[in-house]
């Protein structure tokens, strides 16, 4: 079984930066893709970042291009979101996934909440 582990988020001022952390543990020598997806409250789930963690494709939602950064620590087996230049648009509860093979599994952290506000 594959727990994830979220940190960071938090209230950052329009224009700031402010960086997400997820860590997995447990059985995880399946796990092949990592990311995040963010959600608001009546809205759907939306794609943030993927990262493979065999050096593979980074991917990003149209609407962070740019100013999020997606980046692996496979020794620890932990992804890091670098969110620059935030807008108030960006104000959502941020969830970590994690992609297992053999057989595909799906994992989601418990979410954390990012505010973007004045």
């Known amino acids: 079984q594959v727990a994830l582990a979220e940190s960071g988020g938090g209230l950052v001022q329009p224009g700031g930066s402010l960086s997400l952390s997820c860590a997995a543990s447990?059985?995880?020598?399946?796990?092949?893709?990592m990311g995040w997806h963010r959600q608001v409250p009546g809205k759907e789930r939306e794609f943030v970042a993927s990262i493979a963690m065999d050096g593979g494709p980074i991917d990003y939602g149209g609407s962070v291009a740019g100013r999020f950064t997606i980046i692996r620590d496979n020794d620890k087996n932990t992804v890091h979101l670098q969110m620059n230049s935030l807008k108030s648009e960006d104000t959502a509860v941020y969830y970590c996934?994690?992609?297992?093979?053999?057989?595909?599994?799906?994992?989601w952290g418990q979410g954390t909440q990012v505010t973007v506000s004045s």
């Open positions: 996934y994690a992609y297992e093979r053999l057989p595909f599994r799906a994992h």
């Open positions: 447990g059985v995880t020598a399946n796990v092949y893709n």
